[in-house]
């Protein structure tokens, strides 16, 4: 079965940085997306940042300029790179791929989450 199982996660002061990373594992064709969503207490989960295949990233304006995303084909794996933390960073993030399963069987697999707390 399509696992994927995060890495990283804390507690980080404000303004500071942390890296989380995702590896997806199991029986599988193709990954077309991989990224991070978070979920913060009373809020709706929300992207954070995403990347095709071919190397295409999409951002939530919130983390434009602070996250940067990389995945690595080859391992089956997507990092996010956070720095300049503030409060409002902290969430459960999840880990996201849309896998292709077998021959046009798409499937979304997400992470159980890893939480990422920034406070003093």
């Known amino acids: 079965q399509v696992q994927l199982a995060e890495s990283g996660g804390g507690l980080v002061q404000p303004g500071g940085s942390l890296s989380i990373s995702c590896k997806v594992s199991?029986?599988?064709?193709?990954?077309?997306?991989m990224g991070w969503y978070r979920q913060a207490p009373g809020q709706e989960r929300e992207l954070v940042a995403t990347?095709?295949?071919?190397?295409?990233?999409k951002y939530a304006d919130s983390v434009k300029g602070r996250f940067s995303i990389a995945r690595d084909n080859t391992e089956n794996t997507v990092e996010l790179q956070m720095r300049s933390l503030n409060p409002d960073d902290t969430a459960v993030y999840y880990c996201y791929a849309a896998v292709e399963i077998a021959v046009f069987k798409p499937e979304d697999f997400w992470g159980r989450g890893t939480v990422v707390a920034v406070s003093s």
């Open positions: 199991g029986t599988l064709f193709n990954i077309y997306v």
């Open positions: 990347v095709t295949k071919s190397g295409i990233t």
